[in-house]
């Protein structure tokens, strides 16, 4: 059974910092590419930031580009999100989510692309 746990969330003030973890479990880890996503209240999911199952590539959305790193450690089959400079229009739920498919930039922003889904992690910034 495939699990994909997010860790990380918690509250922090505008232009703080915080890592979101994602622990995968029950796939091989080192063959899907890795991606976050975040949902706020009464808005639609949306695209964060992916890597490539090597980690050679990464995607950001232009939201949070130069201030969000997408990384991964094969060997511990987690992937991180390091988020600095945080707005409170960052709050949102955030999810990682796994897909087999590599077809590039396009096809990372569509969530319909992943076939596994974490629970979730609360991100809040205040102001």
């Known amino acids: 059974q495939v699990q994909l746990v997010e860790s990380g969330d918690g509250l922090v003030q505008a232009g703080g910092s915080l890592r979101l973890s994602c622990a995968a479990s029950?796939?091989?880890?080192?063959?899907?590419?890795m991606a976050w996503f975040r949902q706020a209240p009464g808005k639609e999911r949306e695209f964060v930031a992916a890597?490539?199952?090597?980690?050679?590539?990464?995607y950001y959305a232009d939201s949070v580009k130069g201030r969000f790193t997408i990384s991964r450690d094969n060997a511990k089959n987690t992937v991180y999100l390091q988020m600095n400079s945080l707005k409170p229009e960052d709050t949102a739920v955030y999810y990682c989510?796994?897909?087999?498919?590599?077809?590039?930039?396009?096809?990372?922003?569509?969530?319909?692309?992943?076939?596994?889904w974490g629970q979730g992690t609360q991100v809040t910034v205040s102001s």
């Open positions: 989510a796994a897909t087999l498919f590599n077809r590039g930039r396009a096809s990372f922003e569509r969530s319909s692309g992943y076939q596994y």
């Open positions: 890597i490539t199952s090597s980690g050679v590539f990464t």
């Open positions: 029950g796939l091989t880890f080192s063959s899907y590419a």
